[in-house]
């Protein structure tokens, strides 16, 4: 399922290969794309349109038009673009310098919301809490959003509402970096675990981008390196890359989920604060 980084790197590529022209013909072929609305509907408005940017809000892409409509793209588990015929093709975008983009998507779970920009923004910010690569992810604003959960920490940073942008994958990744226990109460943390986590959150994500995300050999999202940097995700029995301690696998939040007990023990760490006024 792609998450921030396979979604940024669909982004990019996706706005190199639109942005700027104009929609000569709009098909879409599933109705479940774009449900309730009518695909021919929705076909009929986005022809004749020009794409002014491609921009991104947590897991979803957001195609601004001349007209002022957005398309909010969810990829979901399986939806991604494709820039050669491909199978599985549910809308296809011709351009007006004669190219031609296709939206495929195997299990067909993926959406297209074409609405007016100002719905689109509101839409967002209630969906999405502020991008974790972005000045309003501080540690301030993560202590608010934890304080009090008793909901296990990887569950915790599943909400798109705390964390934009993050799956399964990018969780175990920014818990393993942060060396905190995915099963902890979220209310739990100190303050300096808290900013750990943070960055931990960034340097995950960070990494999966300068990757291109991870290709999980699946077909649902190729070309990216990520899957060779991953440190917990998938990894039950291979040796932890700091301690050497193997990986174990376990249940938070109704996801598998990938740690190091040795590095992500389960008992809150002393913090460096607490040791100094001990003594
Ligand atoms: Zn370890």
Redesign the pocket.
């Known amino acids: 399922m792609p998450e921030l980084p396979e979604v940024e790197t669909e982004r990019r590529r996706l706005a190199a290969a639109i942005a700027g022209k104009r929609i000569a013909a709009a098909r879409v072929d599933d109705a479940r794309l774009t449900r309730p609305e009518d695909p021919q509907i929705v076909a009929g408005m986005l022809t004749g349109d020009r794409v002014v940017a491609v921009d991104r809000r947590g897991k979803y892409i957001v195609v601004r038009l001349e007209s002022g409509h957005a398309l909010l793209v969810h990829l979901r588990m399986t939806g991604g673009f494709r820039y050669a015929p491909a199978t599985h093709e549910r809308a296809v975008l011709e351009l007006d310098d004669g190219s031609r983009v296709a939206y495929r998507d195997t299990r067909r779970f993926g959406t297209w919301l074409l609405t007016e920009e100002d719905d689109a923004r509101h839409l967002l910010s209630v969906k999405n809490g502020p991008e974790p690569l972005g000045r309003a992810f501080t540690t301030d604003f993560l202590a608010g959003r934890l304080a009090g959960r008793k909901a296990p920490l990887k569950a915790a940073v599943l909400d798109q509402r705390t964390v934009a942008g993050l799956g399964n994958i990018y969780a175990d990744e920014a818990l393993w970096h942060a060396r905190l226990n995915p099963l902890r109460p979220a209310g739990d943390l100190t303050r300096d675990e808290i900013a750990a986590l943070r960055d931990g959150i960034r340097k995950a994500l960070k990494l999966g981008i300068s990757r291109q995300g991870a290709d999980l050999g699946d077909g649902a999202y190729a070309g990216g390196r990520m899957q060779d940097e991953f440190r917990a995700y998938g990894r039950d029995g291979e040796p ?6 193997p990986i174990l696998k376990t249940r938070a939040g109704g996801r598998g989920t990938w740690y ?1 007990p ?3 023990a389960a008992s809150s760490r002393p913090s460096r604060s607490r040791r100094q006024s001990s003594t």
Request: charged fraction near 10%; glycine fraction near 10%; charge should be positive.
């Open positions: 932890c890359h700091r301690c050497g301690t190091c040795t590095c992500q």
